[in-house]
């Protein structure tokens, strides 16, 4: 993308403007447009993204807010950072994002929002978790870092709760060349509390009524972001065939657990993600469960093909979170998930040769045990 790219670099190097300004805004609108949300504020990652609307919710030491535990830290970390108490709900098998049916026994009187996460790509169950959240009158922030254009039900990832927060990290779907994030909503008056914390809560130059901080995103990366924005339809076209195709080559190869099965077994050591059935996978990444993972894992990587674990260990099993009192077996999907999950070879341009490699060398692992 260079030829595109570059011109736009150029073009912000000799505006001299390099913090927020008209690059900014033009993306935001771009964006707020793709995403179909009323408003979109550029921030300085996706993990400010959710520290922001934390902040516009007044989230604080005292609150529980309540997340899945299997995902990025961030999700949970950036609720601990504000002196709040995340609060795990386990995850649903089949879509590893947070399980609705768990959600209402987490909430006490003290809990003030609730974060789904659209983990790898996929939607989480908004309609199920919107209508808990809502009949405790309780904001959800979605952590669509891993979904832009994801959508359920004809509605968009970042459009379904309170507020959407986006990461722009390079890995990611829509990604920058540096730190990026965005915060969407439909409310006029959030719009405006998270634009001002993007600056220290400033109003006008001098005065602040809210404590803020610098969230700002970069012209330059506004820039770039623009100019993938107008490609992110045809990359998330790629990524979607090549999910397709994989799930094909799979079942071709007898590897595949049958449609509908969940976990792994001996007849069918893989299980692939499928496609929901009301809405659209964006497949940020194609995670497969597999038998004896570990071992599995170790012979891609001597067979060359890369192959990654998200994630490999809960996070309420997690060092950092140890003062939360949780213990192996409180949430037994997300720990098992933990250790059969692997993420293969997933990008726009990927081959059809390259995956028939990816899924040739699994089927040599199994055929060799
Ligand atoms: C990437 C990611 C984040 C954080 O985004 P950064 O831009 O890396 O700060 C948060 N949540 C999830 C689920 C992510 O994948």
């Known amino acids: 993308m260079k030829h595109e790219i570059l011109p736009v670099v150029e073009e912000?190097?000799?505006?001299?403007?390099?913090?927020?300004?008209?690059?900014?805004?033009?993306?935001?609108?771009?964006?707020?447009?793709?995403?179909?949300?009323?408003?979109?504020?550029?921030?300085?990652?996706?993990?400010?993204?959710?520290?922001?609307?934390?902040?516009?919710?007044?989230?604080?030491?005292g609150d529980e807010v309540v997340v899945p535990p299997f995902t990025f830290f961030a999700t949970a970390g950036t609720v601990a950072r504000l002196g709040a108490r995340p609060v795990f709900v386990d995850i649903e098998p089949d879509t590893f994002n947070i399980d609705p049916e768990?959600?209402?026994?987490?909430?006490?009187?003290?809990?003030?929002?609730?974060?789904?996460?659209?983990l790898f790509g996929r939607v989480a169950a908004m309609d199920a978790v919107n209508e808990v959240a809502c009949r405790h009158d309780l904001p959800v922030i979605e952590d669509?870092?891993?979904?832009?254009?994801?959508?359920?039900?004809?509605?968009?990832?970042?459009?379904?709760?309170?507020?959407?927060?986006?990461?722009?990290?390079?890995?990611?779907?829509?990604?920058?060349?540096?730190?990026?994030?965005?915060?969407?909503?439909?409310?006029?008056?959030?719009?405006?509390?998270?634009?001002?914390?993007?600056?220290?809560?400033?109003?006008?130059?001098?005065?602040?009524?809210l404590l803020g901080g610098n969230f700002r995103l970069d012209a330059l990366q506004a820039a770039i972001l623009r100019v993938k924005l107008r490609h992110?339809?045809?990359?998330?076209?790629?990524?979607?065939?090549?999910?397709?195709?994989?799930?094909?080559l799979f079942r071709d190869a007898g590897l595949a657990a049958e449609e509908g099965a969940v976990l792994p077994e001996?007849?069918?050591?893989?299980?692939?993600?499928?496609?929901?059935?009301?809405?659209?996978?964006?497949?940020?990444?194609?995670?497969?469960?597999?038998?004896?993972?570990?071992?599995?894992?170790?012979?891609?990587?001597?067979?060359?093909?890369?192959?990654?674990?998200?994630?490999?260990?809960?996070?309420?099993?997690?060092?950092?979170?140890?003062?939360?009192?949780y213990r192996e077996g409180d949430l037994p999907v997300s720990e098992r998930a933990a250790g059969e999950v692997l993420a293969l070879p997933m990008f726009p341009e990927i081959t059809a040769a390259q995956q028939e490699r990816v899924v040739g060398e699994v089927e040599r692992f199994y055929d060799g045990r």
């Open 12 to 61: 912000v190097l000799a505006s001299q403007r390099f913090i927020l300004g008209p690059e900014v805004e033009a993306f935001e609108a771009e964006v707020a447009d793709y995403c179909g949300a009323k408003h979109a504020i550029g921030v300085s990652s996706g993990t400010d993204a959710l520290l922001v609307a934390l902040m516009a919710l007044g989230v604080g030491p």
């Open 102 to 118: 768990r959600l209402e026994t987490a909430i006490t009187r003290r809990t003030r929002a609730v974060i789904p996460v659209h």
């Open 144 to 209: 669509a870092a891993q979904a832009i254009g994801a959508d359920s039900h004809g509605r968009s990832a970042g459009t379904m709760g309170a507020m959407g927060c986006f990461s722009f990290f390079p890995s990611k779907n829509l990604g920058g060349y540096g730190d990026g994030g965005l915060v969407t909503t439909h409310d006029a008056e959030m719009a405006e509390t998270v634009r001002k914390l993007r600056t220290h809560g400033l109003e006008g130059r001098y005065r602040s009524r």
């Open 232 to 248: 992110l339809e045809e990359f998330t076209e790629g990524r979607r065939t090549a999910a397709e195709r994989y799930r094909q």
């Open 266 to 325: 001996d007849d069918g050591p893989v299980v692939v993600p499928e496609e929901p059935a009301d809405g659209r996978h964006v497949y940020h990444q194609f995670v497969i469960r597999a038998l004896d993972r570990d071992l599995l894992e170790r012979h891609l990587g001597e067979a060359g093909v890369a192959s990654a674990v998200y994630y490999p260990v809960s996070l309420h099993q997690q060092e950092v979170f140890a003062e939360l009192g």
